[in-house]
């Protein structure tokens, strides 16, 4: 397995502004993800990081609402622009290790009001 | 869109007894996974079926597949306190590693 963290853990945040969240993990990765839980629901695969190219999103999420970083093997960051309340949710990261057992980070939790 | 759906939707049994619960998928998979999440919290990873094998157990955890029948099930055996959390599959998409789609999951409650 792998050990992931996630910056920040938690946070509330006003409408219309942006978060940042971090994702880290203990080893180099060829594969990571980001992924939205929204309250009482299942989760969602927002899109692929891709390191050293752009992030490949999924049905329903943009770059301009979801720009994703991967600079190196390591590490990836997600942004959530121009919040609204419909963005309350965990955010988790996710990567695969050992050819096909996939692994999450202990989410971000995101209130937006 | 979810490709899982989880059977049933809540559990609640005692301590001691064993807590079994189901996963249907619509598409071809080449492998299923089982997580568990406490309270909202982060998933953690309980086992991992392919989809050439019929059956893996990992402790108390005993995972089956059928995919003549697209479903999977989980059954935790001696079942205790600790074990209340919701439960989730999560089936690949056939062709690219880390894209799942979970399920709804199963809230399971166990009383002591």
């Known amino acids: 397995s792998a050990v992931i963290s996630q910056k920040p853990s938690r946070d509330i945040c006003q409408r219309g502004t942006s978060l940042t969240i971090q994702c880290q993990v203990d080893s180099q990765v060829t594969m990571m993800f980001w992924y939205r839980q929204q309250p009482g629901q299942s989760l969602t695969l927002i899109a692929t990081?891709?390191?050293?190219?752009?992030?490949?999103?999924e049905s329903g999420f943009v770059i301009d609402k979801f720009p994703i970083s991967r600079p190196n093997l390591t590490f990836s960051t997600l942004t959530v622009s121009n919040m609204s309340p419909e963005d309350s949710s965990i955010y988790l990261c996710?990567?695969?290790?050992?050819?096909?057992?996939?692994?999450f980070g202990p989410g971000t939790r995101l209130t937006v009001t | 869109s979810q490709q899982g759906e989880e059977d049933p939707q809540a559990l609640s049994i005692q301590e001691g007894e064993n807590a079994t619960m189901n996963c249907s998928y619509k598409t071809s998979i080449n492998n299923l996974q089982w997580y568990r999440q406490n309270s909202g919290r982060g998933l953690v990873h309980l086992i991992l079926?392919?989809?050439?094998?019929r059956e893996k157990h990992s402790g108390r955890l005993r995972v089956t597949l059928d995919t003549s029948k697209k479903s999977s099930s989980l059954l935790i055996t001696a079942s205790r306190a600790a074990d209340t959390a919701s439960y989730f599959c999560?089936?690949?998409?056939?062709?690219?590693?880390?894209?799942?789609?979970f399920g709804r999951g199963t809230q399971l409650t166990v009383w002591p």
């Open positions: 999560a089936t690949d998409r056939g062709s690219t590693l880390g894209r799942l789609y």
């Open positions: 996710s990567v695969v290790i050992g050819g096909d057992e996939q692994y």
């Open positions: 990081a891709n390191q050293g190219s752009e992030a490949t999103y």
């Open positions: 079926i392919r989809s050439n094998e």
